[in-house]
């Protein structure tokens, strides 16, 4: 049986060294970070993360701010609220909430954030950064990812690593970070032919497509090492990963619960980079 990769443990953590350091920061300074979560709508899903956001900048001494916006703004409202945040002191980092309604352009609002308070590093300039290894922020659920697997002294170095998904959120940055660590990476996606064996190739298997139950035990190899990256609603209203997790844990040797995996992860992840956005715009 695996061993339980324990997201909470991992978060808690990541988030307590966070809020040591905001406090000495605290007293040398007399500044706190702060962060500015935009949520556009009312969407479910969107308002609990947003939520846990906002409970977690309290937890390691944050400001936080929600700008909590109708589903009927423009994007020139949306744009003018961004400009305003890239340019107020006490704000150091910002995060919208995704996904936004339909009429509105994600990518037009990502690219007008403040490379240097985009916390959730998805602005092109980011992203490039990443590519070549010379980065501020790493994005949050790719990095938490890393923060699991070292907490839990994975070796990444040699291994081969199979990445199902190819989003900008997670799937591409998640095989970046794996390649700078030497991983072996392949990426699978929807046109991938032999998924199961290329599956069946990885000591490490990130699955992060978004469709429930969609790894199989028979795709895992014995040994393997699964991180679960989906958050799925079942018919019932269950929360389930893309992996099969009763199949997966009888063959891997680590593997991550969903809930209770990544998830907690990638707020902790928000927190550290809002701490190095604060300190990158005090030059502490
Ligand atoms: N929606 C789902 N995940 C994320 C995230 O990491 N950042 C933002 N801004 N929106 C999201």
């Not at 969407?43 to 944050?62: I, Q, T």
């Not at 949050?140 to 994975?154: H, K, Q, R, S, W």
């Amino acid at each position: 049986m695996a061993i339980i990769i324990d997201g909470k443990t991992v978060s808690a953590s990541v988030k307590n060294s966070v809020a040591e350091e905001c406090r000495t920061l605290f007293e040398k300074t007399g500044k706190k970070p702060g962060l500015a979560v935009i949520i556009v709508g009312d969407d479910p899903a969107s308002r609990v993360y947003v939520n846990n956001k906002k409970k977690a900048c309290e937890l390691v001494g944050f400001v936080s701010r929600e700008y909590a916006l109708p589903a009927s703004t423009s994007q020139e409202e949306l744009s003018a609220l961004v400009k305003e945040l890239n340019s107020d002191r006490e704000i150091n980092g910002i995060l919208c909430q995704l996904p936004l309604p339909k009429h509105l352009d994600e990518k037009a609002v990502i690219e007008l954030i403040a490379p240097e308070k985009d916390v959730d590093a998805f602005h092109a300039s980011n992203v490039g950064k990443i590519m070549i290894g010379d980065f501020d922020f790493l994005p949050c659920t790719p990095a938490g990812v890393m923060e699991m697997l070292d907490y839990y002294n994975i070796e990444i170095a040699g291994k081969e690593c199979v990445v199902v998904g190819r989003s900008n959120i997670v799937g591409k940055p998640m095989s970046m970070l794996l390649l700078h660590r030497n991983g072996t990476v392949t990426i699978c996606h929807s046109k991938t032919k032999n998924l199961k064996e290329v599956c069946r190739r990885a000591d490490i298997l990130v699955a992060a497509v978004g469709i429930p139950k969609f790894v199989s035990g028979d795709m895992i190899k014995e040994g393997a090492v699964v991180i679960d990256v989906g958050i799925n609603r079942t018919a019932d209203g269950k929360l389930c990963g893309d992996v099969d997790f009763a199949e997966a844990e009888k063959v891997a040797s680590y593997i991550t619960p969903v809930p209770g995996g990544v998830g907690p992860m990638t707020i902790a992840v928000l927190m550290k980079n809002t701490l190095t956005a604060f300190k990158l715009q005090n030059l502490l």
